[in-house]
DNA sequence: CATGAATGAGCTTTCATTCAT
DNA sequence: GATGAATGAAAGCTCATTCAT
């Protein structure tokens, strides 16, 4: 029993220690991105992310140089280094493009969508004008490479004849605007519809989904989605 | 003599300051508007608001109690009732539905998308946690008639045949969502675009109400719009 | 009585509001160069400054834009706004160069070396490498005027016949250096010394000058040098 | 066998640290020189000392207690006692006072102002207020033992019938001014000067000591001060 | 002994709010 | 009523110092 108590000290003890270097920005990252979320860039003390972390002040500015540095790289982790994969995934699809198109949109939603990530595109939006520099990295890392993304996907059903020809500047905004709403919006005004109101997601989806593709017009002969 | 001297400059002096008097809270909150919807609740000072308004701090001060009640002032006093007209346009409307759609969106654009009432959206979004009971009223004064409006247009496109038959409530944030993402992403995401990037609303608009109606997909036999 | 006493307190009130935008900046700068003086630039803290000039910390930053501006007016007060009388007296002298050039040596203790203000001198050296924007106006502003005006009092005398043909850009230090020691040194290593050992600057003055004007070598006979 | 491999290692651990150990305080007050002259004791970081010394902030403060006691261990340090062999050399001294001065002056700028030691006499005069006992065993140690060495040059040349007869306390200070000017302002203030204005030490010395020695004044007509 | 992660007091600067005039 | 000088609580960031490893 002793030795066990010892030993569990013991481990407690190194782990505090130990983790540090490895595990501590990992933390404060977590904790960044839940109050830059929940109050935004401006509003969030740096103090408040150390403590939520588990550590001092002083400690957060040992492992990012301000707190322009820590947002954007909280906008790294979740967002940013994400794109490769995503990419890699469109290129090893192998069905039609409008199961393309839906299944991508899905997969957003269960990546970013759902998580606490989404509430950065809506801090971005606040944020934009007053932190030009912020601004631009998000354009940069995320914005482009997002509608370079979505770009792809919208060309290759085109090339293979199976989407209609568009203006691809503004058709990246037809699969664009409903992600964008769903993060920002929602959230914010949605949190007070009365509970029978509130969206279930999929179903938002596949109704956004189902509209992008067929329209909301009647045809009279079967779809092939 | 002296009495006629001293009533005269009270009168001048009177008259000037109960002018001004009415005019002032009207002022300051048409300051106010600007420049939240420019910057953001924290970053707008409310030094620069009364300047703007061509008076001093602590008048400010004097008709809002604080800057909170500021934007609580500016919040209520913008969000105008013009939904009873526009649905009584809707009423009035004999096209067809996909006409009215159309219209619909574009007229949106001329009378909100495109005015500083658009910013509103985006300073509710941003500031809907920190003010519950103006979020409340928003919700209640534009996004539910706004949602009933659309969910109108919807339904009397599938009553006449002329939509497919969709659930209302996922409906409506198909046409919500490219308006929402036009007045509250595009201005704060979109500045740090290109030149050659930026977008025309009409085209934007247009290509986003033929998704609608069309769907990305290709049919092989011609529309009726 | 009453009535006396009453026209006090208004009179006391009526100042500490009246002399508001006048006094401050000046008492703030008093402060400020005595605490600089005292403790160097990076030590003296704003906060200091606002207690020792009777304010708080935030009325500082209203008359200053910062902790270098501050430090820019002092030196502009004390230093630099005087050289264009300066010149202008030296325009005016008639005597001989080595009474002028005593004469202005003397000026030169009366109205900076002896006051608050000559610690300046040492206080730029300390920190002109921590602060190179105060380095460069203190070039600008102080030094550079400087040289120049030494530079004319010597070559009135060479073109009136009465001074040695010399080279300017090392004569200007001849004169300088001991005015520079004296600033410098003195306060900051001479504290220490036994009383009886205590520099009388005019005997100081007079030393320096007599050694610049005639050399410490007899002149009754030739010099070996 | 195990043994052996134990105290082989225990062996080569102690040996290295044992070496480094004597050289750490070394290395440490090396490193603090150059840099609490380059920057000034305040604006000189312990880290960085420490990491110019090659080891670990935590090893500075094992060997000094704190940084203030690092300056205090710098300065005692690095205070040389080279007086003695000085004042040999001046009995030694054969050729004319006014060449001796020259001499002595030219033997200083090359032993002394020219190299890092110069910088201490900046770095003494900046904080003597804050370490009094420093100022005091600088005074003892530097100060007197220079001013010392300075008078008897000069009582030389009186005795020799070779200089003016002067009072000494202050003809001191017409040798020390030039040097000590040279040896704080210009390092501090010169270096924001034009390329073509920066002083040559020779001919600034020369020009001093041609000064000192002739005067200003042109000795083949009477003078007039 | 040596390390370097962690700390937190302290500094400059901002700005909503007050209140004497 | 209107003014704007004055306030002081924060907030971001630094760095001497500590201490578990």
Chains 1, 2, 3, 4 share one sequence.
């Not at 103090?47 to 939520?52: L, W």
């Not at 991508?104 to 989404?118: D, E, F, I, L, N």
């Not at 971005?124 to 520099?133: G, H, I, L, R, T």
Request: hydrophobic fraction near 45%; charge should be positive; aromatic fraction near 10%.
């Amino acid at each position: 029993m002793i030795s066990k108590l010892l030993s569990d000290t013991c481990a407690t003890v190194r782990t505090k220690h130990a983790r540090r270097k490895e595990a501590r920005p990992g933390e404060l990252l977590a904790a960044a991105l839940e109050l830059f979320v929940e109050k935004g860039f401006a509003a969030t003390k740096a103090e408040e992310v150390a403590r939520r972390a588990g550590v001092s002040k002083g400690t957060l500015f040992l492992y990012f140089a301000s707190k322009e540095e820590l947002f954007k790289a909280v906008v790294r982790e979740n967002i940013a280094e994400r794109f490769p994969q995503w990419n890699a995934e469109l290129e090893a699809y192998s069905g039609s493009s409008a199961e393309l198109l839906r299944y991508s949109m899905q997969q957003w939603w269960a990546r970013v969508g759902s998580t606490k990530a989404a509430g950065l595109a809506k801090l971005m939006m606040s944020e934009a004008s007053n932190f030009p520099d912020l601004a631009a990295f998000y354009q940069r890392e995320v914005i482009q490479p997002g509608h370079e993304l979505i770009r792809r996907i919208l060309q290759r059903g085109v090339d293979k004849g199976e989407f209609r020809g568009i203006d691809m500047q503004y058709g990246v905004y037809i699969v664009l605007a409903p992600m964008i709403f769903m993060m920002t919006w929602q959230p914010a005004m949605g949190a007070s519809l009365s509970p029978n109101d509130t969206l279930d997601p999929q179903k938002y989806l596949d109704a956004q989904v189902d509209a992008l593709l067929l329209g909301l017009c009647r045809t009279d002969r079967p779809h092939t989605t």
